[in-house]
């Protein structure tokens, strides 16, 4: 029996979360990719592309996309590699940052989306750490 542990909008993207599943050796799904290519709104509605493993693999799963969310795959690959990295947080000392958009930008961006159809992306006034809930108004730096 197969059960979802992570959904996407993507059916590419979906498939490179499966992809990083395969790589630590689980068996993922990739299912109803094929309903966003015939029609995206009802693809939303039925619960988007999702990835499923069998349920004997469920709990190492999310354990794989948990660390995959929280960065350590980027971490040690930019320490494997040498990268310079992105700014990590000062409290927690993780890189797992969420931009902060104005609210200003945002009802603009829904007028325009209402009106005409189209938007822009609101800019960002900062970030967040997803771990520890640190805030930085700044520009994050290396």
Known sequence: MLTTVHREVSPWDAHIVAGRLHVEGLHPCVQ??????????????????????PLAEAARAREVLDDWRNGLYQEALEDELGLPGTARCPQCGRCNWLPLRGTSSRWLACVMMLLWGAGFPPKIIGYRCRNCGHAERAELQN
């Open 32 to 53: 109803f990719e094929h309903h966003i290519r015939m029609a995206w709104r009802y693809s939303m509605m039925l619960g988007m592309v999702q990835i499923q493993v």
